[in-house]
């Protein structure tokens, strides 16, 4: 066989049907897998990345509803408490105030007739400052008074609005008083806390 014949019998064949069928179906999934790794495959991609931030984006926003929820429950809380705000202010100050503690203290014993002998303050510190935790103040006192006046003293201490606290308190009968007057002498360590 000459080439010329061999030429003509590949032609012949080429444009059989059947060569065309698998020419058209090679050539097309040649096509649709250019067309599925360049067009598809992004596009898959991207939805499942989108997916993703998708969830991570719902749980963060479940995240933030919550805060937003305690945020909205401390501020009902604190309109709640807000009338009251200034009753901690009084009771821890925010200063030492040491005039104002001694005062309510002179003016609760005045009331309840306690004669003091002698008030003596404390080292008080106010340079340093810790923010985290109440410092004190110690007021040293020694009195002569009754024991009922005693009992009011005390009571009235503790309806006072300043935060206070009774470390030491000793009680013996004072001596130096007629024996007729049943007087006690008393020694009393009061700390009075501030910020």
């Given at each position: 066989?000459?080439?010329s014949s061999a030429a003509k019998d590949l032609i012949k064949q080429l444009k059989s049907k059947k060569a065309k069928d698998y020419t058209f179906i090679t050539?097309?999934?040649l096509i649709f897998s250019i067309f599925i790794?360049?067009?598809i495959r992004p596009s898959l991609i991207t939805a499942i990345s989108l997916r993703q931030q998708r969830?991570?984006?719902e749980k963060l926003d479940a995240q933030y509803e919550s805060v937003v929820a305690n945020i909205v429950a401390n501020q009902s809380t604190l309109?709640?408490?807000?009338?009251?705000l200034y009753l901690i202010n009084?009771?821890?100050p925010t200063g030492a105030l040491i005039n104002k503690l001694v005062s309510d203290i002179e003016s609760e014993g005045k009331t309840d007739s306690i004669?003091?002998?002698k008030v003596d303050i404390g080292e008080v510190n106010l340079i340093q400052k810790i923010r985290d935790k109440p410092q004190s103040a110690v007021i040293n006192i020694e009195a002569t008074c009754t024991f009922e006046n005693l009992l009011k003293f005390v009571q009235g201490l503790s309806n006072q609005r300043r935060l206070k606290l009774i470390?030491?308190?000793t009680i013996s009968r004072d001596n130096q008083a007629a024996s007729t007057s049943a007087n006690l002498k008393v020694l009393m360590q009061i700390e009075g806390y501030y910020l």
């Open positions: 066989m000459d080439k050539l097309f999934f790794i360049f067009a969830n991570d984006l309109e709640n408490i807000r009338d009251g009084d009771a821890l004669n003091f002998v470390k030491q308190f």
